[in-house]
């Protein structure tokens, strides 16, 4: 038996949506972000992370009160937080497909990344 028999499409679907959230959350927190640039903020990281292999569908929401709560008065804007973020990524690896997501769990104060379905 050779080592990578072990190794399933599950397992590649899940690392790679694994992946994908990780990259998304370090890329793109700290971004300037403003309530008049919220919209292209998420499609932007839509779009970014959209291109990349096993990314069937991305669906990225920025919370709008979290952001008007930290505008800076003198300049207009914050940096984007990981709390602020509340993304689902559908990933597909040949006969594998999963659901996964980033949001903010406020019993943890953290924002969790976690496998939502596997099809």
């Given at each position: 038996m050779q080592e990578n028999e072990?190794?399933?499409?599950?397992?590649n679907v899940l690392f790679e949506a694994g992946i994908k959230l990780g990259a998304l959350?370090?890329?793109?927190?700290?971004?300037p972000v403003n309530l008049d640039?919220?919209?292209s903020l998420e499609k932007g990281i839509q779009e970014s992370?959209?291109?990349q292999p096993c990314v069937e569908k991305?669906?990225?929401s920025i919370n709008r009160?979290?952001?008007?709560?930290?505008?800076?008065?003198?300049?207009g804007y914050c940096e984007l937080e990981g709390r602020m973020l509340d993304?689902?990524?559908?990933?597909?690896f040949k006969n594998a497909k999963v659901d996964v997501s980033l949001a903010f769990d406020t019993e943890l104060d953290y924002p969790l990344m976690k496998i939502e379905k596997i099809y």
């Open positions: 072990l190794i399933t499409d599950r397992d959350y370090h890329q793109f927190t700290g971004s640039t919220v919209e992370i959209s291109v991305i669906r990225v009160e979290m952001i008007n709560s930290k505008l800076n008065g003198k300049y993304v689902h990524i559908t990933a597909v």
